[in-house]
Every structure is written in C-alpha cells, then in structure tokens.
C-alpha cells in the first residue's frame, strides 16, 4: 500500500541521525549541561544558557534535542537530568563517561571527518586532521601536550572503569600471583584485579608521560599497596617479571611487526604456566558485533592497527608459544581471552 511505500526504512532514519545524536551529546558534556543539573535541579532554558556563557536560542535547542534523545527531562519547573545522564554523563560520577566523550568529541570526531580519505589511502588521518606528521602515535599525537595527554588518560580511565570488573571476572585468575598490566594507563585495572584476588600483585607498566601523572586517578581510602607504578617503553626498554601479563587495547594500536616484537619478548620472558590476558573487541564472524566493527574503522582513522578475529588472535598467541587460548566475548566493550605459556 501507499503508506509503507513512502515509509522511509527507520534503520537508515537512526543512521541518517546518529552523528547529529552523538554531537549534540558530547556537545552537552563539554558544556556541563549535565554537570549544572546534578542532583535534583531543574532549570529553564535561560539559567542554564546564563551559567554555561551560551545563547538562550541556541541552548533550548541543545536541551530540547537532548530530551527527545532521552538524556534530559522537560516538566513545568524546567529541565533536569534523567537517570542515565546522571550516572554516566554527570563528570564526576562514579561511572562517568565524560573522558571518553570528550576523547570522542575533540581527537576522533575530527579524524573521522576524514574517513574518506582514511578508506581509500588506508591509512590513519591525524595529518589532516590536527595538521601535523605523526611517526610516534603516543608522542606526537596524544601526549603532545598536557591537555591532550590527560584527556587521553580520562577517556581511558573512564572507559576501562565501566568494563574492569567484567574483564577482571571473565576467568578465575587466582592461580597468578603477581601481574604486570603492559600499557595500563592510569591502573584502572589493577585496581578492580587486587580487589578481586587478595593474592594478587600488580605492577602497571606504562610511558614514563603517563605514569608522571597518575597519582590524581587513583582512589582515596583504598589499598592500593599491591599496585606498583613502573615507567618505561615496552618495545625497548626491559619489561617487568609476572606470571600474568596483560594487554589491554594495546595490540590494536599496532602493526603486526610491532605486535611480533612485542609478543615475543613477552613470551621470552614467559616460563611454562606463566599467562597472558588479552583485552581487546572481538570480531565476530557474522559481522553482528557493531561496536568492535566500529571500532576498527576508528582504529584506522587514528592508529596503525586494528581489531582482529578470534581466529586471528588465536594464531597470534599459538605463532609466540601461547596454547590453551581461550576467548569469552563478552558483548559489552571488552572481550578477554586467557592463554599460557607452553
Ligand atoms: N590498557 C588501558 C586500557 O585498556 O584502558 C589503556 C589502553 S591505551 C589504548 C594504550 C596504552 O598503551 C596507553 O596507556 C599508552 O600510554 C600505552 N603505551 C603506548 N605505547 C607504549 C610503549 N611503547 N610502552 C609502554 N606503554 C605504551
């Protein structure tokens, strides 16, 4: 009939949507929008377009968007948080995403404008987007300076809190007693593995530009004594001893000549037993895994690497000595896979 001829498909409506959705998201959360109606306020239009220094136009069209896109609620007394912004939006919440999403608004929205080029050069666009010839990733691109450096290790920081406990849990570690997380960042991780196993060392490995500033990430009132702090570079300084390494999001940053090295002195410092946790998004061979699939394109826009297969990864580990591979896919951000040193 006429009406389902003229129906536009709703699933190329949402696509056709989706990056205004995210801006006006992100947008929101680099206003503190979501800040500003913490707890229980309700404001008009114009006290929030006053505290945020913005048009009163311009934001009523902001929040309105926001509340058709569920983040915000509008009643008589004016506009205030829903539950979902106020546990994941709000920046200071527990769980808070505002690092990744300020990582997503200002470092790979811009990348991604580049898309075109990035699919038809197959590489990534950091030179068109911030206008500059990035040879060292982490270097010149997210630590050039202090700003990019610590909104890189928020975004990281954030992300991992949401997932740690997931990853942490996806297989009984208890066996290992002391771990050393390669490219941990700020010790997210570590922080969820020693309260999970009260046997369990941890030393976070990373940059030395990383581990100068990680002492505002950590929590207050905890122990964190089994969490040790170690500066270097993995690919040419020495690595610390462990009976369980961890590689989180750090292969898919690479190339495959890099993971080889990377991968095998990994395994050199390996002894039978010893074991390795990868954290990574899976691809699915049915191509049902949106996100991991995404993630790739994101992968290519930014880094040299990408994200693999189970089959893949499978291969990897087998190639450096690593048997007995076993995947969860957990569906959610992070899948893990646990392998041992033969
Ligand atoms: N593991 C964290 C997570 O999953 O949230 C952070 C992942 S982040 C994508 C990659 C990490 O690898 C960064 O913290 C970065 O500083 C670190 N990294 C990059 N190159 C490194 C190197 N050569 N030596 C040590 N760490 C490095």
Same mark, same amino acid.
């Given at each position: ?35 500003? +109606? ?6 008009? $239009?114009? %006290?929030?377009?006053?505290?945020? =220094? #913005?048009?009163?136009? !311009? ?102 809190? +949401? ?6 849990? $996806?297989? %009984?570690?208890?066996?290992?007693? =002391? #771990?050393?997380?390669? !490219? ?159």
């Amino acid at each position: 009939d006429m009406e389902s001829l003229t129906k536009f498909p709703s699933t190329l409506v949402e696509l056709l949507d989706g990056f205004k959705a995210s801006k006006a998201m992100f947008v929101a959360c680099k206003l503190k929008v979501f800040d500003l +109606l913490k707890g229980k306020a309700h404001l008009k $239009a114009k %006290d929030v377009a006053d505290h945020i =220094s #913005a048009s009163v136009c !311009g934001t009523e069209r902001l929040l309105d968007s926001c509340t058709a896109l569920q983040l915000l609620k509008k009643t008589n007394q004016g506009y205030s948080n829903t539950g979902l912004a106020e546990k994941y939006l709000v920046s200071d919440s527990e769980y808070s995403l505002h690092g990744y999403i300020m990582h997503a608004n200002d470092h790979v929205w811009p990348l991604f404008t580049h898309l075109e080029s990035a699919v038809k050069e197959g590489t990534n666009q950091n030179h068109r987007a911030f206008g500059k010839n990035v040879q060292d990733l982490f270097q010149d691109s997210y630590y050039h300076s202090m700003e990019t450096k610590l909104r890189f290790m928020n975004a990281m920081h954030s992300i991992m809190k +949401l997932t740690a406990r997931d990853v942490a849990t $996806a297989f %009984d570690l208890s066996r290992f007693r =002391s #771990a050393c997380d390669l !490219g941990g960042c700020t010790g997210t991780l570590a922080q969820v593995l020693i309260q999970e196993y009260p046997n369990l060392k941890v030393t976070v490995f990373d940059l030395p530009d990383v581990i100068e500033n990680v002492s505002g990430f950590q929590p207050t009132g905890q122990d964190t004594s089994r969490i040790t702090f170690t500066s270097g570079d993995f690919f040419k300084d020495n690595i610390p001893e462990a009976d369980l390494y961890i590689l989180s999001r750090v292969l898919h940053d690479w190339p495959d000549d890099k993971i080889d090295a990377l991968l095998s002195k990994i395994s050199d410092l390996c002894t039978p037993g010893s074991g390795l946790l990868l954290n990574e998004m899976v691809l699915d061979d049915k191509n049902r895994n949106r996100s991991a699939w995404l993630q790739s394109l994101n992968m290519l826009v930014q880094t040299e690497g990408k994200e693999r297969s189970s089959y893949e990864y499978r291969c990897l580990l087998e190639q450096h000595g690593f048997r007995n591979v076993k995947i969860v896919q957990t569906g959610s951000l992070l899948d893990t896979i646990l392998c041992t040193k033969c």
